[in-house]
């Protein structure tokens, strides 16, 4: 059962025509999910890595990133999560949910794969945490 905290942050006010990207923090028996909608880009991006320091400075045991509603994550995106894995550093240990094109592909073609462990689904992320 998620004990969800409702905290939503939303950026792309700068450009009304630009899609706004929306996040959301919720706390799953011992991992907090940091759930992301939208367009991550280099407008977004800022408020993406806001929502992960406010999230990293609980210092949860377990933080999964779930980018399942992403539409499109650009190279700045990219860099929060790297900038996530960085400031977590051992006494935090972070997954990302992605699947499908928009996430997945761009994380595997530059190997940050390799940086986080990647899961198709909040499900399976969670399944993964409690063995």
């Not at 929502?51 to 210092?59: D, P, Q, R, V, Y």
């Not at 935090?92 to 094109?101: L, N, Q």
């Amino acid at each position: 059962m998620a004990d969800c905290l409702d905290v939503t942050n939303t950026s792309g006010d700068a450009n009304p025509l630009a899609d706004a990207m929306t996040t959301s923090v919720s706390v799953h028996d011992e991992a907090t999910v940091l759930t992301v909608a939208g367009e991550v880009d280099l407008a977004t991006a800022p408020a993406l890595e806001n929502a992960i320091e406010a999230t990293l400075g609980g210092k949860p045991a377990a933080l999964i990133i779930d980018l399942a509603q992403v539409t499109f994550l650009a190279s700045a995106g990219m860099a929060a999560l790297v900038g996530a894995h960085q400031r977590a550093g051992q006494s935090t240990r972070i997954a990302v949910v992605a699947d499908g094109p928009a996430t997945s592909r761009q994380l595997r073609m530059t190997n940050l794969d390799q940086v986080f462990t990647l899961h198709s689904s909040l499900d399976q992320a969670l399944a993964d945490l409690r063995e």
